[in-house]
């Protein structure tokens, strides 16, 4: 990360945080200048509910500066975080975006697919025949709007997905799989649905980001 953001990160007190066990390993990784039992730490994830996420900008109303952590490395994106920023802009306090990875966007870097017209489609359905009608969904929109197709699964089911995106698509789309980013076992490959069908991998429970283009 810039030294510009660890320094930032370094006058911070209170956070709000999607873990609050790596969150704690974060803060001490970049050397707070204070004790980690010193700082305030709120969770904020997928089961917080809704009434009480105003409730964690207390901080900001002291008069306090907030920081939020993600597990997803860009927070607010594809993460919970996004809704502490909706309640943030609602309030009026002002909200500075630092840069981190985000492996939505690496994976679209390193893909070599349109990096002029994407979208980012979250998860597909889990059931076998929904995902399949999702995925051609996607496919004529990508072939249509020449646009890349952004989409990530729960790691225990990468190879569901990826066998579906196999069965679904034509041969000649084009499909990035972008696995453990960042990590010394990254590996991001770009092949056409024939070349991937010829030696098709075994992903695991690795996360993964899946790109798509058929224009």
Same mark, same amino acid.
């Given at each position: 990360?810039? +030294?510009?953001?660890?320094?930032?990160?370094?006058?911070?007190?209170?956070?709000?945080?999607?873990?609050?066990?790596?969150?704690?390993?974060?803060?001490? +990784?970049?050397?707070?200048?204070?004790?980690?039992?010193?700082?305030?730490?709120?969770?904020?994830?997928?089961?917080?509910?809704?009434?009480?996420?105003?409730?964690?900008?207390?901080?900001?109303?002291?008069?306090?500066?907030?920081?939020?952590?993600?597990?997803?490395?860009?927070?607010?994106?594809?993460?919970?975080?996004?809704?502490?920023?909706?309640?943030?802009?609602?309030e009026g306090f002002r909200v500075v975006p630092l840069?981190?990875?985000?492996?939505?966007?690496?994976?679209?870097? +390193?893909?070599?697919?349109?990096?002029?017209?994407?979208?980012?489609?979250?998860?597909?359905?889990?059931?076998?025949?929904?995902?399949?009608?999702?995925?051609?969904?996607?496919?004529?929109?990508?072939?249509?709007?020449?646009?890349?197709?952004?989409?990530?699964?729960?790691?225990?089911?990468?190879?569901a997905l990826f066998a579906s995106l196999l069965e679904?698509?034509?041969?000649?789309?084009?499909?990035?799989? +972008?696995?453990?980013?960042?990590?010394?076992?990254?590996?991001?490959?770009?092949?056409?649905?024939?070349?991937?069908?010829?030696?098709?991998?075994?992903?695991?429970?690795?996360?993964?980001?899946?790109?798509?283009?058929?224009?």
């Open positions: 990360m810039p +030294a510009s953001v660890l320094e930032r990160v370094r006058t911070l007190e209170s956070f709000v945080v999607e873990n609050e066990k790596s969150a704690r390993a974060f803060l001490s +990784a970049v050397e707070m200048p204070r004790p980690l039992q010193e700082l305030s730490l709120a969770t904020l994830d997928e089961h917080t509910p809704p009434n009480e996420i105003s409730s964690l900008l207390k901080p900001l109303r002291e008069g306090r500066s907030l920081g939020l952590l993600s597990e997803a490395g860009c927070p607010a994106i594809a993460d919970p975080g996004a809704a502490l920023i909706e309640a943030a802009h609602r840069i981190g990875p985000s492996s939505l966007i690496l994976a679209l870097m +390193a893909s070599g697919l349109e990096g002029q017209r994407f979208a980012f489609c979250g998860y597909l359905p889990r059931e076998k025949a929904d995902r399949a009608k999702r995925i051609r969904e996607l496919e004529m929109r990508s072939r249509r709007e020449r646009e890349t197709e952004i989409f990530i699964e729960t790691p225990y089911r990468n190879d679904s698509c034509s041969e000649r789309t084009r499909l990035c799989v +972008a696995v453990d980013l960042t990590l010394s076992s990254e590996s991001i490959q770009t092949k056409s649905i024939h070349e991937w069908k010829t030696a098709p991998p075994r992903i695991g429970k690795r996360p993964a980001v899946f790109l798509l283009y058929a224009g």
